[in-house]
């Protein structure tokens, strides 16, 4: 996985939260730990005093970073707006490579982390992982994933499907049959096609 960008201000604020949630609850467990007449030895007493809230933010962010940042209510009331992306996705893809005259069937799968990613791409005849990413979610209607890739076809393609690396930006979109992402990709020198990909979530 690698890292990924979003534009808006949600990671500073969330880190701002944490940062002061570290320090409360530092000072809560100082003074709960004092209350119960248990003083730490002098060798741990470094663990308890404010600077044991950098522990406290490890964990706090190990959280967030892994689980916390998926909760619906979060979403609702807009502290975070990154939308969940995994999973696997199926679906078309498109090329100018034929024209636009076939069809090919492809599997799509996103493995997310707050501020982690990869997009994996496979169809029959090659496949692709993303190394770098953004996510928009204030510059479109639609939260839209944009990210590189490096292409690999497999070993019986012609000599033509060359390694090759390209961007692709798909947009999500939400229906009562479920989330979609659509839209298109095309790729650099060497290359030089374009297309159409529409993928639905299928777990």
Avoid at 20 to 27: C, Q, R
Avoid at 155 to 183: C, F, V, W, Y
């Amino acid at each position: 996985m690698h890292p990924y960008g979003i534009d808006s201000n949600e990671r500073r604020n969330v880190l701002i939260v944490l940062v002061i949630l570290s320090l409360l609850k530092s000072e809560l467990f100082g003074r709960a730990l004092a209350a119960q007449g248990w003083l730490p030895p002098a060798p741990l007493d470094w663990l308890f005093d404010p600077a044991s809230a950098a522990a406290w933010f490890a964990a706090l962010f190990y959280l967030f970073e892994n689980y916390v940042w998926r909760w619906t209510l979060l979403h609702r009331v807009k502290f975070v707006q990154l939308p969940d992306l995994n999973g696997r996705w199926t679906g078309t893809l498109r090329s100018s490579y034929d024209d636009f005259t076939k069809t090919h069937d492809i599997d799509l799968t996103v493995k997310q982390s707050w501020t982690r990613l990869i997009v994996e791409l496979t169809t029959a005849q090659s496949s692709s992982k993303s190394d770098t990413g953004s996510v928009y979610v204030n510059r479109a209607a639609e939260p839209t994933l944009v990210y590189t890739y490096l292409n690999t076809p497999s070993p019986s393609q012609l000599a033509t499907m060359a390694i090759h690396t390209g961007t692709t930006q798909l947009e999500l979109r939400g229906s009562a049959q479920g989330k979609r992402l659509r839209g298109h990709y095309y790729n650099g020198r060497g290359r030089g096609n374009y297309g159409e990909i529409d993928v639905a979530k299928s777990d």
